[in-house]
């Protein structure tokens, strides 16, 4: 639970009032999932030198969880730490093993750079480069929106606590996600170690694209074959690297954008449903033929593949 009070007497924790960050809306949207209680006070400054209470305080006052003093803490990639990423550091695997996380310390870990350091990144002015020709907005774009707009008479605070309220949603699922992935990552890495063909075959759809683009025992993979959430089997290219999303093999041109009787026909297979215009996904009636369909690109010379 969340509650802003005007009194230190009732805080037990102190950010900065005024315009909000992303950096200190997902920290009261952490300490909040942390602490299950945090009254907040939010003040335009705030001096801890004669602080007599253990209070969290953060973004504000120079203190352990500010990041605005000269000998702030940088991270070993040279990105700074805001307030976020601070009590991130001294509280999130105490919170991970409090919520019964499996594979805590590696969550903690894969949260900290999938998501927090990025928050810290941006708070700090260091910003991604992006070379989209159309506007992109970052989670940080996106919290600033909850700024109360001109003209429009909104409540600092109100909107304040509709901030966090959007942010502990979206840290509660980025926690799942990462948890999820983690799991999956080590189902992978199973998998991979077993594999000697050009593809690899999941019997459950597993998020494997971040391990098999950085294991070296995917090197040579080719394909990802797994059910589909549409029913069948689906076979998906892989692409050249994570940044790099160039296929290392695309399905035959004549095949793109066919399905059902149409695309049986000119590959030969029975049991087709749909291949994408772009040739990165083919969907099968079943495994069986996903398997067909290896055989049939794999077992010749083809001028599809780009590796």
């Known amino acids: 639970m969340l509650k802003l009070v005007n009194d230190l007497k009732e805080a037990n924790c102190v950010t900065h009032s005024g315009t909000m960050h992303a950096d200190e809306v997902f920290a009261t949207a952490f300490l909040e999932l942390f602490l299950s209680e945090v ?10 030198t004669n602080l007599n209470k253990e209070i969290i305080v953060y973004d504000i006052g120079r203190a352990k969880f500010d990041h605005h003093q000269e000998n702030a803490l940088i991270r070993p990639t040279n990105i700074p730490y805001s307030s976020l990423g601070l009590l991130w550091k001294e509280y999130g695997e105490e919170f991970l093993a409090k919520e019964n996380v499996s594979n805590y310390q590696e969550v903690f870990s894969y ?52 901030a966090v309220a959007v942010a502990k949603e ?22 991979l170690q077993n594999t000697t063909t050009k593809y690899l075959l999941l019997d459950e759809f597993l998020p494997y694209e971040e391990e098999v ?15 589909s959430n549409r029913g069948g089997y689906a076979i998906k290219t892989l692409p050249k690297s994570l ?46 033929t996903a398997l067909k369909i290896m055989d049939l690109l794999l077992s010749k010379d083809n001028d599809c593949i780009i590796i």
């Open 111 to 162: 949260i900290d750079k999938d998501f927090i350091e990025g928050i810290d990144a941006v708070d700090n002015g260091v910003f991604p480069t992006i070379s989209a020709n159309y506007k992109v907005k970052t989670l940080s774009d996106i919290i600033k929106l909850f700024n109360p707009s001109y003209q429009s008479f909104e409540n600092e605070n109100t909107q304040f606590l509709k």
């Open 39 to 48: 009254r907040l006070l939010r003040v335009n400054q705030f001096d801890i």
């Open 213 to 227: 683009l950085t294991n070296e025992l995917a090197k040579d993979i080719l394909f990802v074959i797994f059910p």
């Open 170 to 191: 979206i840290f509660k699922e980025e926690v799942i996600n990462a948890e999820a992935k983690i799991k999956a990552k080590h189902k992978v890495q199973t998998i």
């Open 243 to 288: 940044d790099d999303k160039t296929p290392r093999q695309e399905f035959p041109h004549e095949w793109g954008g066919l399905v059902n009787e149409d695309l049986e026909q000119v590959v030969g297979i029975k049991g087709l449903i749909f291949c994408h215009k772009n040739r990165f996904i083919l969907t099968c009636k079943d495994k069986i």
